[in-house]
């Protein structure tokens, strides 16, 4: 049994296939130990996709095994984010055909938190300018942020499912 506690985050799902949309909620239910129904919209910016939200409560880590049930189905779209909790760092997962999984840790506000360790090998492999430039918008996400800002702003207003782990 683990010892961190609970916490929360929400899993946004931005785009998916209509045939997909089952497994996704299998693989969430599966994960969070408890069946899950979503409420399907439609994805504006992608018309004949489904998009869902849903927020959960279960042990700390458990957003990263949300993404690993959630990434074998490499057409979706989607973010999930993990609140921080007693000795743990948020995270923020975000999942784009083409681009594949970006993770990152989050202050309690949400920003993105890059570690000394994660600046000084930044640092020491880039010398010019651009090159600095560029490493530091893969460690922001600056490329998911750009795939996926687009199906964020086509959710604006849906509503949110609280979903909590059973047991």
């Known amino acids: 049994m683990s010892t961190r ?6 899993v946004y ?3 998916s296939p209509s045939a997909v949309c ?8 599966g994960t969070l130990g408890a069946r899950v129904e979503l409420k399907w919209t439609a994805q504006p910016a992608s018309p004949g996709q489904l998009r869902a939200e849903c927020g959960w409560r279960a042990p700390a880590g ?14 979706l779209r989607f973010e999930v984010t993990e609140e ?4 743990v760092d948020g995270e923020r997962f975000c999942f784009a055909p083409g681009l594949g999984l970006w993770h990152g840790r989050t202050s309690a506000n949400g920003d993105i938190v890059v570690g000394e360790d994660q600046l ?3 640092v020491s492999m880039t010398r010019g300018g651009e ?9 922001l996400a600056a490329a998911w942020d750009e795939a996926l ?5 086509a959710g604006d207003g849906a509503p949110v499912t609280w979903l909590h782990q059973v047991g």
């Open 5 to 10: 506690g609970n916490t929360r985050g929400v």
């Open 13 to 15: 799902v931005h785009s």
């Open 22 to 29: 089952p497994h996704v909620e299998w693989a969430i239910s």
């Open 62 to 75: 458990t957003g990263a095994k949300l993404v690993a049930a959630l990434k074998a189905w490499p057409m």
């Open 84 to 87: 921080p909790s007693t000795g």
């Open 120 to 122: 000084r090998a930044l």
């Open 131 to 139: 090159t600095l430039a560029h490493k530091l918008d893969e460690l």
């Open 149 to 153: 800002e687009p199906y964020r702003h």
